[in-house]
């Protein structure tokens, strides 16, 4: 294959939108903690890139994309260090099936994991170990989302592989799932991972101090607007991306992100001035990221005005999903759970009764809903399982929890010696909202 500068450019660029997408959701997560854990939070998005970027040369790409074992990963040693991937036998760059170097592929799909790893972490913002949180983020890429990604993405048990799930569901047409599961950008690999990885460690670490009993609103509303709009521009490198080169597929991704979020957005809107009596900016920002989640999976496999469907009820029903925490008793603190676990099922569920081709509503049968829905289910089995495991191992040896004195008095200063705002008269001043 020769190589394609014009959909290199396209990917380079995509890799960087998505990477830009990290600092962002701190800007997203670190508005909606308390002023006085605004930085550890921060810093929970910012250490995931460093912590993943490292794991990922030396054995990440292997194990999403390299040689099958079993199904289920990668060999970690098959392209341990990238060794084997960057060049060809005769020095040349090795190119993909749409004329980009791999190195390229390896650079954007790194950010993927990046940013997976980092969502979790609003579930269980304000109480826990900076320390233990980066051993959780190397752990965790390494058990479930580098498995997962080669499971849906690289050939494995969840992919239209003929060796896959569906295909042993619907049977196999010229050596592939006859009906194969569709996840566009990330709807089992990203948000349903991530989201069900976040409620299992709100379970297993337990409630912030004064849960359901003290205001534990926002402290600056603005940054998270910014979060929200700088999640929105990446995204369409997360998506449109997905692609993987600079033709009409990205173009109707990019259209129907777009599409879904805005629809999202108003449906979130709408949801809580019905229920609430107002229409809030966290409303927005938050209705923004439900939509742009929801039309992740399925961004190449929609309409304009069927994604438009899909952004309205993935708005309507993220906003009333952000409330059962209070209903059962577990502290998702920054509503992971609501957004990305429920927002990623509607997603890749949707698919099934939406897509332009295999959808039900479409007079093409059940066949792809069925698939959706057993690929769903399988991986949020999959991450819930193994996210307790490794939780449960890291509470048991290093402990999740600050002190108490650390979690009231705020995290900031006591795990990372630094506060977000000015000082006078010796006590530290913190802007929330009452």
Same mark, same amino acid.
């Given at each position: 294959?020769?190589?394609?500068?014009?959909?290199?450019?396209?990917?380079?660029?995509?890799?960087?939108?998505?990477?830009?997408?990290?600092?962002?959701?701190?800007?997203?997560?670190?508005?909606?903690?308390?002023?006085?854990?605004?930085?550890?939070?921060?810093?929970?998005?910012?250490?995931?890139?460093?912590?993943?970027?490292?794991?990922?040369? @030396?054995?990440?790409?292997?194990?999403?994309?390299?040689?099958?074992?079993?199904?289920?990963?990668?060999?970690?040693?098959?392209?341990?260090?990238?060794? $084997?991937?960057?060049?060809?036998?005769?020095?040349?760059?090795?190119?993909?099936?749409?004329?980009?170097?791999?190195?390229?592929?390896?650079?954007?799909?790194?950010? &993927?994991?990046?940013?997976?790893?980092?969502?979790?972490?609003?579930?269980?913002?304000?109480?826990?170990? &900076?320390?233990?949180? %980066?051993?959780?983020?190397?752990?965790?890429?390494?058990? =479930?989302?580098?498995?997962?990604? !080669? /499971? %849906?993405?690289?050939?494995?048990?969840?992919?239209?592989?003929?060796?896959?799930?569906?295909?042993?569901?619907?049977?196999?047409?010229?050596?592939?799932?006859?009906?194969?599961?569709?996840?566009?950008?990330?709807?089992?690999?990203?948000?349903?991972?991530?989201?069900?990885?976040?409620?299992?460690?709100?379970?297993?670490?337990?409630?912030?101090?004064?849960?359901?009993?003290?205001? /534990?609103?926002?402290?600056?509303?603005?940054?998270? /607007?910014?979060?929200?709009?700088?999640?929105? &521009?990446?995204?369409?490198?997360?998506?449109?991306?997905?692609? &993987?080169?600079?033709?009409?597929?990205?173009?109707?991704?990019?259209?129907?992100?777009?599409?879904?979020?805005?629809?999202?957005?108003?449906?979130?809107?709408?949801?809580?001035?019905?229920?609430?009596? !107002?229409?809030?900016?966290?409303?927005?920002? =938050?209705?923004?990221?439900?939509?742009?989640?929801?039309?992740?999976?399925?961004?190449?496999?929609?309409?304009?005005?069927?994604?438009?469907?899909?952004?309205?009820?993935?708005?309507?029903?993220?906003?009333?999903?952000?409330?059962?925490?209070?209903?059962?008793?577990?502290?998702?603190?920054?509503?992971?759970?609501?957004?990305?676990? %429920?927002?990623?099922?509607?997603?890749?569920?949707?698919?099934?009764?939406?897509?332009?081709?295999?959808?039900?509503?479409? $007079?093409?049968?059940?066949?792809?809903?069925?698939?959706?829905?057993?690929?769903?289910?399988?991986?949020?089995?999959?991450?819930?399982?193994?996210?307790?495991?490794?939780?449960?191992?890291?509470?048991?040896?290093?402990?999740?929890?600050?002190?108490?004195?650390?979690?009231?008095?705020?995290?900031?200063?006591?795990?990372?010696?630094?506060?977000?705002?000015?000082? @006078?008269?010796?006590?530290?001043?913190?802007?929330?909202?009452?």
């Amino acid at each position: 294959m020769d190589l394609d500068t014009g959909a290199t450019a396209w990917m380079l660029m995509s890799a960087s939108l998505v990477l830009l997408m990290t600092p962002g959701l701190a800007f997203f997560y670190g508005g909606m903690v308390r002023g006085k854990s605004v930085l550890n939070m921060m810093m929970m998005s910012f250490i995931a890139i460093g912590a993943v970027v490292v794991v990922y040369v @030396l054995y990440g790409w292997s194990m999403s994309y390299g040689a099958d074992v079993g199904g289920f990963f990668g060999n970690p040693f098959d392209q341990f260090g990238l060794n $084997g991937t960057i060049w060809n036998d005769d020095g040349s760059y090795a190119i993909d099936a749409f004329g980009v170097p791999v190195i390229v592929g390896v650079a954007f799909q790194v950010t &993927f994991a990046i940013i997976t790893v980092a969502l979790i972490s609003g579930a269980i913002a304000d109480r826990v170990k &900076f320390g233990t949180w %980066v051993v959780f983020v190397v752990l965790w890429v390494t058990v =479930s989302y580098f498995p997962l990604a !080669h /499971m %849906v993405w690289g050939g494995g048990l969840l992919s239209g592989a003929e060796n896959g799930v569906a295909a042993k569901i619907f049977g196999v047409t010229d050596g592939a799932a006859t009906v194969a599961p569709i996840d566009f950008a990330g709807g089992t690999v990203v948000h349903i991972n991530a989201g069900i990885a976040g409620l299992v460690l709100a379970l297993i670490i337990g409630k912030r101090k004064g849960f359901g009993r003290e205001p /534990m609103r926002p402290h600056n509303l603005p940054f998270v /607007m910014l979060g929200a709009a700088l999640l929105w &521009f990446g995204w369409f490198g997360f998506n449109a991306g997905s692609a &993987f080169t600079a033709d009409g597929n990205a173009g109707l991704a990019w259209v129907n992100t777009t599409a879904a979020t805005a629809a999202a957005m108003i449906g979130w809107l709408v949801t809580e001035k019905v229920r609430d009596g !107002h229409a809030t900016s966290l409303g927005a920002a =938050s209705g923004i990221v439900a939509g742009l989640v929801a039309i992740t999976p399925a961004a190449g496999a929609l309409r304009p005005v069927t994604s438009i469907v899909l952004g309205v009820v993935a708005g309507v029903l993220c906003a009333l999903a952000v409330g059962l925490k209070y209903k059962f008793g577990y502290d998702d603190s920054l509503d992971v759970v609501g957004v990305h676990l %429920v927002g990623g099922l509607v997603g890749t569920i949707g698919i099934g009764f939406l897509a332009a081709e295999g959808g039900l509503f479409f $007079g093409d049968g059940a066949k792809l809903l069925v698939v959706q829905i057993v690929i769903a289910l399988l991986a949020l089995i999959f991450s819930g399982l193994v996210t307790a495991v490794i939780g449960y191992i890291l509470k048991v040896t290093l402990g999740w929890r600050v002190s108490e004195e650390a979690e009231v008095g705020g995290i900031d200063l006591a795990v990372h010696g630094e506060t977000a705002y000015e000082t @006078l008269g010796g006590a530290r001043v913190v802007t929330e909202v009452k």
